[in-house]
């Protein structure tokens, strides 16, 4: 109950997750504290088991990027933050995702140079594809809220918003999508593809700088210029995004669109991910909307939908597939009114797969032999009735799904 104090040991010292102390130095400063009449000799022995425990191998260095941003994750307004620190290292591993995708930004600026790539201009017949316009639209939202939020002093909501843009949009979607288009400067969509990841690995280091300002220095340092693109001498003297500057390529419609392609991936590799299939097999897929019109605009996204969930031919139906009529082998995921069939007869080793499957259908009936029992015994150690109920429909839609596995498997070794 007494006030947190440094000098009582009963805090993080910021100095130590910045730059790191060995247990044995924290234990030595709880020492200089009792000698200074901070603590007393039972509050430091109790203060070093504490210590012991939740660090065993001292408070490794984070720097003050991850510091910082971990600080701000938090709610600021509220009275009290329970700081976990656990979250330091995964600051520490956000800052490698910025760093590495700055780094494949560099790599390709680098292949331009050395082929003696122009990129002062691009070509008269280009146009922007839809990913391009998607990703635009995105960097267009996120400034939008990143303002606000800065506005409102909600730096929790903005590190979020900063997060899924950097991380979700651009480094899972669309580095996913251009990557093979970066490997050579003769293809013709290299251009267009620096240019736009440029536009937004810039534009978002500019954003996060308050926040992390010595990576993103560095980072803005190291990233070469575009043709004709203002650079300042410095980070901290760059302006910081305005919505004006990018409203322009907001399309709320193109979002939805995407979303509903993304759905479509997300369903094609759950599929995929069940089963141990041959390295590099591009699987056909059927897609089937229950929305009406919703066909003809998803066929604009055929290639995002190959790309992305590595797949083969994407034939899209305007009638709900027929189980009955489907090919031997064929997979199936409905989710959010969309069909997903994926063909995946040529690419499984049936006896593994077989193997596999029973023996995950064995664990699940484990599972739910002890679900059963943690409703009963001792009060402390019972679980709620409704997470048994949640645990339970869990368990049940992996048997279900199993048993679809499984069924497929079966008719593929008939064959």
């Given at each position: 109950?007494?006030?947190?104090?440094?000098?009582?040991?009963?805090?993080?010292?910021?100095?130590?997750?910045?730059?790191?102390?060995?247990?044995?130095?924290?234990?030595?400063?709880?020492?200089?504290?009792?000698?200074?009449?901070?603590?007393?000799?039972?509050?430091?022995?109790?203060?070093?088991?504490?210590?012991?425990?939740?660090?065993?191998?001292?408070?490794?260095?984070?720097?003050?990027?991850?510091?910082?941003?971990?600080?701000?994750?938090?709610?600021?307004?509220?009275?009290?933050?329970?700081?976990?620190?656990?979250?330091?290292?995964?600051?520490?591993?956000?800052?490698?995702?910025?760093?590495?995708?700055?780094?494949?930004?560099?790599?390709?600026?680098?292949?331009?140079?050395?082929?003696?790539?122009?990129?002062?201009?691009?070509?008269?017949?280009?146009?922007?594809?839809?990913?391009?316009?998607?990703?635009?639209?995105?960097?267009?939202?996120?400034?939008?809220?990143?303002?606000?939020?800065?506005?409102?002093?909600?730096?929790?909501?903005?590190?979020?918003?900063?997060?899924?843009?950097?991380?979700?949009?651009?480094?899972?979607?669309?580095?996913?999508?251009?990557?093979?288009?970066?490997?050579?400067?003769?293809?013709?969509?290299?251009?267009?593809?620096?240019?736009?990841?440029?536009?937004?690995?810039?534009?978002?280091?500019?954003?996060?700088?308050?926040?992390?300002?010595?990576?993103?220095?560095?980072?803005?340092q190291r990233i070469p210029c575009m043709p004709k693109e203002r650079r300042q001498e410095?980070?901290?003297?760059?302006?910081?995004?305005?919505?004006?500057?990018?409203?322009?390529?907001?399309?709320?419609?193109?979002?939805?669109?995407?979303?509903?392609?993304?759905?479509?991936?997300?369903?094609?590799?759950?599929?995929?991910?069940?089963?141990?299939?041959?390295?590099?097999?591009?699987?056909?897929?059927?897609?089937?909307?229950?929305?009406?019109?919703?066909?003809?605009?998803?066929?604009?996204?055929?290639?995002?939908?190959?790309?992305?969930?590595?797949?083969?031919?994407?034939?899209?139906?305007?009638?709900?597939?027929?189980?009955?009529?489907?090919?031997?082998?064929?997979?199936?995921?409905?989710?959010?009114?969309?069909?997903?069939?994926?063909?995946?007869?040529?690419?499984?080793?049936?006896?593994?797969?077989?193997?596999?499957?029973?023996?995950?259908?064995?664990?699940?009936?484990?599972?739910?032999?002890?679900?059963?029992?943690?409703?009963?015994?001792?009060?402390?150690?019972?679980?709620?009735?409704?997470?048994?109920?949640?645990?339970?429909?869990?368990?049940?839609?992996?048997?279900?799904?199993?048993?679809?596995?499984?069924?497929?498997?079966?008719?593929?070794?008939?064959?």
């Amino acid at each position: 109950g007494r006030k947190m104090s440094k000098s009582l040991g009963n805090v993080i010292d910021p100095m130590h997750v910045i730059h790191g102390a060995s247990l044995e130095q924290l234990k030595q400063e709880l020492d200089v504290a009792v000698r200074n009449g901070y603590l007393t000799e039972e509050e430091m022995e109790r203060s070093k088991d504490e210590l012991s425990k939740k660090f065993p191998s001292g408070i490794p260095a984070s720097g003050v990027d991850c510091l910082r941003w971990t600080l701000l994750s938090y709610d600021v307004k509220s009275r009290q933050i329970n700081l976990d620190s656990d979250l330091f290292p995964r600051a520490g591993a956000w800052c490698n995702k910025i760093w590495q995708v700055s780094k494949f930004l560099v790599m390709a600026h680098e292949r331009a140079k050395e082929s003696g790539k122009d990129l002062s201009t691009l070509p008269k017949d280009f146009r922007p594809s839809i990913m391009d316009m998607w990703i635009l639209n995105q960097l267009a939202d996120t400034v939008q809220r990143v303002n606000e939020e800065f506005e409102e002093r909600n730096f929790d909501r903005l590190l979020k918003e900063l997060r899924s843009f950097l991380y979700g949009n651009v480094c899972d979607v669309y580095v996913e999508y251009i990557k093979n288009d970066l490997q050579d400067p003769n293809d013709p969509r290299f251009h267009s593809s620096l240019m736009f990841l440029h536009t937004c690995i810039m534009t978002s280091l500019k954003m996060i700088h308050p926040i992390m300002p010595y990576i993103t220095e560095e980072l803005y340092q190291r990233i070469p210029c575009m043709p004709k693109e203002r650079r300042q001498e410095s980070i901290m003297m760059d302006a910081f995004p305005q919505p004006t500057q990018w409203s322009g390529f907001v399309n709320p419609n193109l979002e939805t669109l995407m979303d509903r392609a993304l759905v479509i991936v997300s369903g094609i590799r759950s599929i995929k991910s069940n089963y141990s299939l041959q390295k590099g097999y591009a699987p056909p897929v059927l897609v089937h909307s229950e929305t009406q019109g919703e066909i003809e605009e998803l066929r604009g996204c055929s290639e995002i939908i190959s790309r992305l969930s590595k797949s083969g031919e994407i034939i899209f139906s305007d009638e709900k597939p027929n189980l009955a009529e489907l090919p031997v082998g064929s997979a199936i995921n409905s989710h959010e009114g969309l069909t997903i069939v994926v063909h995946l007869q040529d690419a499984l080793d049936l006896d593994k797969e077989m193997k596999k499957i029973k023996e995950r259908i064995e664990k699940n009936a484990r599972d739910v032999k002890k679900l059963e029992k943690a409703g009963k015994g001792k009060f402390q150690y019972r679980m709620k009735p409704e997470e048994i109920e949640s645990a339970r429909g869990k368990l049940a839609e992996e048997l279900e799904a199993l048993e679809r596995q499984l069924e497929v498997i079966k008719q593929l070794q008939q064959k």
